[in-house]
């Protein structure tokens, strides 16, 4: 009888601990669940936030390109000013020469 007094209250004290356990793993599953949203909307908040970024970047970069592009334009057509004055001075020199 001892024995069996002894098996009962050790198996007791283990359903007691398993139902514990459970509870605990329950509580960390709600944890997680809660956790697992969290990180979501911090993900969903860090690309709207990564998108607004390079939205701006492609914007101001794309400005600055095309003022490049402007200056360039700008410089090329003085050339060609300067190409032409420069032929017609040769041509002068030319005639002269000749």
Do not use: C, P, S, W
Not at 1 to 14: P, Q, S, T, Y
Not at 53 to 74: P, S, V
């Amino acid at each position: 009888m001892i024995n069996e007094d002894k098996v009962f209250d050790l198996l007791e004290r283990i359903y007691v601990e398993l139902q514990e356990t459970k509870a605990e793993l329950k509580e960390t599953k709600i944890e997680l669940k809660e956790t697992k949203t969290e990180l979501k909307a911090d993900i969903i908040e860090n690309r709207k936030a990564i998108t607004k970024l390079e939205t701006k970047i492609e914007n101001d970069h794309g400005q600055k390109l095309e003022a490049l592009f402007d200056g360039q334009k700008q410089i090329f057509d003085k050339l060609d000013g300067i190409e032409k004055e420069v032929t017609k001075h040769e041509e002068f020199i030319m005639k002269r020469v000749k």
